[in-house]
């Protein structure tokens, strides 16, 4: 007979190590523990079905041949036998033996094991918010929320929604409660960007843009929710931020999760001051017996070589298998090194992505972060259908590593490919060259023969070699603004696109600085640039333009800054170039 072996958590995780332990060993004993009574869904599509993509709930618990994963199917299909519904209390380790008890009747009973593994998940963060307790406020945690919020909005109860968080989770519900059932909802935000922890200030800002561009959708940033006001029979009736009280239907708490490692750390073992069981390479926790993993766990950064906490279903998945692994050998083998945090969401009609750290968390770590920002079409130019895709890759400009790369472009599988490529590269620390020569799959319909990519690292390194000097497009439009007219002190803005392109800007902003010179004739024309000015060099996207500062250099132009992503990224920032009362 094989050993036996508990799994306490039977969403993610521990499905998945249960499944992988019985091919390994059909001869153990396992046996899944859940507190609910609904288990082994996928979480992280709760807003789709919200937002009807997902139809059914079942969507969610169904396997790809359509059998829904419930304790029978689990006994008949796997030979897992799962105890749903009950709670696990403690662990006795020197016994070897997991408390339990059902939430239904108040019944204990204890479970002998082997080896355990823990998969408890994570929790929902309750912000300290009066009036968090009212009926129609909802944390976005599990299947039972799920349905509860989808009932209310299709049954007509909910006009005006507000959700509390600008996370993934909680930009993916509002863009599920405004698509489909039209619902008008405001998105409360404390820090002073969407995806905070996410995207740097300017992909945040693209993002920020779109989502203003959307039909019921309001965007208050550094305005946190201050309290949550009562109406009839205590269902909340409105929300109250700074200065303001709106009326609401419907609250949605999205202001992220924290491991559950209460059990844990009750037995004593190692979990991590930030929250989230410590374990090693195999999963082992402090106590070898003991795995752990998903989003309980407190994973290493493969990057800073710290401890950071990652809630995704797919880090869950794949340590599932790798706890799984190890239980049924009885001897560590299989190893799960670590995450570098790679992640992608859908919003609206664009998506964003990342993987690595941001600019921000990269100076927190201790490096000396440089970057480059590049827009370029997400396949070859000449190829029917193409769009922009902004990249920004972020390295150490001591060591010239890669730390991270965020993007912005076309809902699709476009970006993904770009982001998933850099997260393979990641643990390896690949310097920039390396990330600019990455072989990666080329054909027109796909990608550039420069892909954007290699572009962005190319640029980084020219940044990194002093060959480039750029300008954000924040500081663009802090420089325009303050070009006053007729000004003879402030800064030329030298455009080296075509003349078809430049000449509205000409037109409107010459008494500003405006300039044209094309960057094909500028080595013969270097006598009509400016001497003694600081030059801002444009074009569409900051190809010609940087060819254009590489000509000035070399003839002697110092005060040059390149333009990031050209006029292209401005235009994603969202300050018009061209006064808006003065746009034909």
Same mark, same amino acid.
Request: include cysteine; hydrophobic fraction near 40%; aromatic fraction near 6%.
């Given at each position: ?36 009574? %609904? ?11 919200? $937002? ?18 419930? =304790? ?18 403690? @662990? ?152 303001? +009280? ?97 992640? @992608? ?10 993987? $690595? ?6 100076? =927190? ?19 029917? $259908? ?12 001591? %060591? ?8 912005? $472009? ?54 990194? +070699?002093?060959?480039? +000097?750029?300008?954000?497009?924040? *500081? ?5 603004? =303050?070009?006053?007219?007729?000004? *003879? ?38 006598? =009509? ?56």
């Amino acid at each position: 007979m094989g050993p036996k072996v508990v799994i306490v958590g039977a969403v993610a995780a521990g499905p998945k190590a249960g499944s992988r332990l019985k091919r390994l060993d059909p001869s153990a004993r396992v046996v899944m523990v859940d507190r609910d009574e %609904t288990i082994s869904y996928g979480g992280c599509g709760i807003p789709y079905y919200v $937002g009807g993509d997902v139809a059914e709930a079942e969507g969610l618990r169904s396997t790809s041949f359509h059998m829904i994963r419930d =304790e029978a199917f689990f006994k008949g299909a796997k030979g897992i036998d799962v105890l749903a519904g009950w709670e696990a209390v403690a @662990i006795n380790r020197m016994a070897r033996e997991l408390e339990l008890r059902e939430l239904k009747t108040g019944r204990e009973r204890r479970l002998a094991y082997d080896r355990l593994i823990l998969a408890t998940g994570a929790s929902p963060v309750r912000p300290d918010i009066p009036g968090i307790g009212l009926e129609g406020v909802w944390p976005v945690a599990d299947l039972h929320q799920a349905q509860g919020i989808k009932a209310a909005v299709s049954q007509g109860r909910v006009a005006r929604a507000a959700v509390v968080g600008a996370g993934p989770t909680g930009l993916e519900m509002a863009e599920a409660l405004a698509d489909l059932w039209g619902v008008e909802v405001d998105i409360y935000e404390t820090a002073d960007r969407i995806l905070p922890r996410f995207l740097d200030p300017e992909m945040a800002r693209f993002a920020e843009n779109h989502l203003r561009e959307q039909e019921g959708i309001g965007l208050h940033l550094a305005t946190p929710v201050e309290e949550i006001l009562s109406g009839p029979e205590g269902r909340v009736r409105a929300v109250r931020a700074g200065d303001r +009280e709106r009326e609401t239907d419907l609250v949605i708490l999205a202001v992220g999760t924290r491991p559950q490692d209460s059990l844990a750390r009750k037995a004593g073992l190692e979990v991590d001051e930030g929250g989230g069981i410590v374990v090693n390479e195999h999963l082992q926790t402090s106590d070898p017996e003991i795995y752990a993993a998903g989003d309980c766990v407190a994973n290493r950064c493969l990057i800073t070589g710290g401890r950071v906490r990652l809630a995704s279903g797919s880090v869950a998945n794949r340590q599932g298998r790798v706890a799984g692994t190890n239980a049924a050998a009885g001897r560590p083998r299989a190893r799960f090194k670590g995450v570098v945090g790679s992640w @992608i969401m859908k919003l609206f009609e664009v998506s964003a992505a990342g993987v $690595g750290l941001t600019t921000e968390r990269a100076r =927190e770590a201790g490096f000396d972060p440089v970057s480059a920002l590049v827009a370029q079409a997400d396949r070859a130019h000449f190829y029917p $259908g193409q769009e922009l895709m902004y990249l920004k890759l972020i390295a150490d400009s001591k %060591t010239r590593r890669v730390l991270g790369v965020q993007g912005f $472009g076309p809902a699709g599988d476009a970006l993904a490919a770009r982001i998933d490529a850099v997260a393979a590269a990641l643990p390896s620390q690949p310097t920039v060259e390396e990330i600019s020569n990455l072989e990666l799959a080329y054909a027109p319909p796909f990608s550039s023969a420069m892909d954007i990519l290699n572009a962005t690292a190319n640029t980084v390194e020219n940044v990194l +070699e002093g060959r480039l +000097e750029s300008l954000s497009p924040e *500081e663009f439009s802090r420089l325009l603004k =303050e070009a006053k007219a007729g000004s *003879e002190g402030g800064a030329v803005f030298l455009d080296v696109r075509g003349l078809a392109n430049v000449r509205p800007y000409l037109e409107s902003l010459a008494d500003r600085g405006w300039r044209h010179l094309p960057q094909e004739s500028l080595a013969e024309r270097l006598d =009509e640039v400016p001497r003694g000015k600081k030059l801002v060099l444009i074009c569409n996207a900051g190809a010609r333009s940087y060819e254009a500062q590489v000509t000035l250099k070399a003839a002697g132009f110092k005060d040059t800054v390149n333009l990031s992503g050209g006029v292209a990224a401005v235009k994603r920032w969202g300050e018009p170039i061209i006064p808006e009362n003065e746009e034909g």
